[in-house]
């Protein structure tokens, strides 16, 4: 059986996609299905087609996608049909897999429809509403309807849909799509790639100024919704009390001028390190200088639907954290085995959650001993992927048919 994934991004960019996808592809590659991978012109310049990216090769498109919006949106369809019809008549597929967004969905929807092959797509976000989270459009605007109707439109037209949680699932079954369509494929993770939590590098440490300190801290991509404000505020109010205390931030991203500013602006700059993004191969010397992580999303149809793979992978090394109690968080944490939850918003209640569990240091052994025996038995990308290949059957059987 042979898979065409048809992505928005792949490796070598980093990114919650990317990682994703890349878990799929091995993951189904051990289960003995044959795979291809076109990644959308939305990945950029790439130095060769196909492009071979830790052992996985990926057809790319041309990159040169310009105009204003709808116009280039239209042409990006444009490319990508154009490429995925020539790569279809040369490798024949048995099943077209079109992932997030609509953009993808719609050329891979009209190539299967033309070509004869099934198509199932799999959501992982809703485009309209990543793109009120990156200030792109307003919910409710008339490009938010439109990305939210083309959205609908694809999930109608599919012969299965795919999503990564239990709150997207609510939501296009609520658009009209039969429950039986659409299957779960939870976050997961790699649990052999993450090693349990280690010693901190003392040079590092020290280099970032945090030689005998306490550590809370965040790693990722700095955007409005991850509620990284709200940490410095709750950060801020605790500094008083916990002289030792430091707030620790790695990666950038669109918030990272803004977070500086009001750490400045809070009087302290001086005790809240920014380190730029590193090297994704040295993101765990990173981790091992954090006490406690914490991941402080902002509620919003974003947060509340989707579930994130950053408590997975801190769960899989062992790691405590406080967590807003958004629905991507909840379907994924259980409060106060695996992780402690918090009032999604509240500095207060951020505030207040960090408190406890630095002073309930004795809990964090069995806690750190439930998220990763979490993530051994239920969040493995073995069991989660294993979840394609009933639908994928049955499609590829009705297809030689």
């Known amino acids: 059986m042979k ?8 490796i070598p960019l980093h990114s919650g996609y990317t990682f994703r996808t890349a878990a799929i592809l091995r993951e189904q590659r051990m289960a003995g299905w044959k795979t291809a991978h076109l990644t959308s012109p939305k990945q950029g310049v790439s130095p060769a087609d196909p492009e071979e990216v830790d052992g996985l090769w990926f057809h790319r498109c041309p990159a040169a996608i310009d105009g204003p919006p709808l116009l280039r949106e239209w042409k990006l369809m444009r490319a990508l049909e154009a490429r995925l019809t020539a790569l279809v008549r040369e490798s024949r597929p048995d099943v077209l897999h079109a992932h997030s967004p609509a953009l993808n969905a719609v050329p891979a929807i009209r190539v299967g429809q033309r070509e004869g092959i099934p198509v199932v797509y799999e959501v992982r976000a809703f485009w309209e509403d ?5 200030g792109t459009t307003s919910e409710g605007s008339l490009r938010y309807r439109a990305t939210r109707a083309l959205e609908t439109w694809a999930l109608r037209r599919v012969d299965h849909v795919f999503t990564i949680c239990e709150g997207l699932r609510a939501d296009i079954v ?3 799509i039969a429950p039986s369509k659409v299957t779960v494929i939870p976050n997961a993770v790699d649990v052999d790639s993450f090693q349990l939590s280690g010693e901190a590098d003392p040079q590092l440490r020290a280099s970032l100024g945090l030689t005998g300190c306490t550590v809370v801290g965040f790693v990722g991509s700095f955007y409005g919704y991850e509620g990284l404000d709200l940490l410095i505020d709750a950060y801020a109010s605790l500094v008083a009390q916990r002289p030792d205390l430091r707030l620790l931030l790695v990666g950038g991203g669109p918030q990272e001028a803004r977070l500086k500013a009001k750490a400045q602006e809070l009087g302290v700059a001086d005790r809240v390190v920014f380190t730029g993004r590193v090297p994704h191969a040295q993101v765990s010397r990173y981790y091992d200088l954090i006490d406690l992580l914490a991941y402080p999303r902002l509620s919003m149809r974003l947060t509340e639907l989707v579930t994130p793979l950053k408590p997975l992978e801190a769960m899989a090394q062992g790691r405590v954290f406080v967590a807003s109690d ?4 909840r379907e994924l944490i259980r409060d106060g ?3 402690r939850l918090f009032a999604a918003g509240s500095t207060p209640a951020l505030a207040a959650a960090i408190n406890d569990m630095l002073d309930g240091r004795d809990h964090w052994p069995a806690m750190r001993s439930a998220g990763r025996d979490f993530v051994e038995r239920v969040r493995n990308w073995r069991r989660s992927v294993a979840n394609y290949g009933p639908v994928y059957g049955a499609l590829a059987g009705r297809s030689a048919r």
């Open 3 to 10: 898979i065409l994934h048809v992505l928005d991004h792949s």
């Open 174 to 176: 609520a658009r009209g």
């Open 130 to 134: 990543a793109a009120v989270d990156h």
């Open 326 to 329: 958004v629905g991507g968080h």
């Open 337 to 339: 085995e695996t992780g």
